[in-house]
């Protein structure tokens, strides 16, 4: 089974440009959508979007406008920028692997990564 | 979007008792729904999928029950390792959503 290793900055100031990484390790990585998800005290876990290994995304309708998910095939990486960050977007952020690409109806998310904590703070 | 809802918030049991958790989605989501396990400092690891299938490696003491808007997670002869936070999702709609949780602690 894949594993997932993330990293990215942890403290922003507000209005900067939130930004990590997360790197996925063994299986197949073409065969899954790779999301990004939050986990903060007063949302809770909050899916964020999802790519896949040809660049298709889906994105939380909440978050579209500042969201862009990325991805780089030859390194089996994936990226989430999150711009015009505030004190909402504080958070715990974690990588999973998701549904398959050629199948709908498998969207549970496993394996996780590690989770960065995010803080923004003037 | 579709708000799931978990009761109670905190259940309190003791080592070797049975834990009913319950997980419910404001319209049907079919059998499209997960169960995590959350231990502190540590992210959210899959138990169940769906709404009955074990994960790999999960203990048979867990199970998963129900369809359409109601939904239970039983864990059988609590171990010391299973108290933690567990929390439904829903992937029935490609907006995935979360339950806020059950935390189940030491009584």
């Known amino acids: 089974q894949e594993q997932l290793q993330q990293w990215g900055a942890g403290l922003l100031k507000p209005s900067e440009t939130l930004s990590l990484t997360c790197a996925v390790y063994?299986?197949?990585?073409?065969?899954?959508?790779w999301n990004w998800i939050r986990q903060s005290p007063g949302k809770g876990l909050e899916w964020i979007g999802e790519i896949n290994h040809s660049g298709s995304t889906n994105y939380n309708p909440s978050l579209k406008s500042r969201v862009t998910i990325s991805v780089d095939t030859s390194k089996n990486q994936f990226s989430l920028k999150l711009s015009s960050v505030t004190a909402a977007d504080t958070a715990v952020y974690y990588c999973a692997r998701g549904g398959l690409v050629v199948a709908a109806g498998y969207n549970w998310f496993d394996p996780w990564g590690q989770g960065t904590l995010v803080t923004v703070s003037s | 979007e579709i708000v799931m809802t978990q009761s109670p918030a905190t259940l309190s049991v003791s080592p070797g008792e049975r834990a009913t958790l319950s997980c419910r989605a404001s319209q049907s989501v079919s059998n499209n729904l997960a169960w995590y396990q959350q231990k502190p400092g540590q992210a959210p690891r899959l138990l169940i999928y769906?709404?009955?299938t074990r994960a790999t490696d999960i203990p048979a003491r867990f199970s998963g029950s129900g369809s359409g808007t109601e939904f239970t997670l039983t864990i059988n002869s609590l171990q010391s390792e299973d108290f933690a936070v567990y929390y439904c999702q829903q992937y029935n709609n490609w907006l995935f959503t979360f339950g806020p949780g059950t935390k189940v602690d030491i009584k």
């Open positions: 769906g709404a009955s």
């Open positions: 063994g299986g197949s990585f073409s065969t899954y959508y």
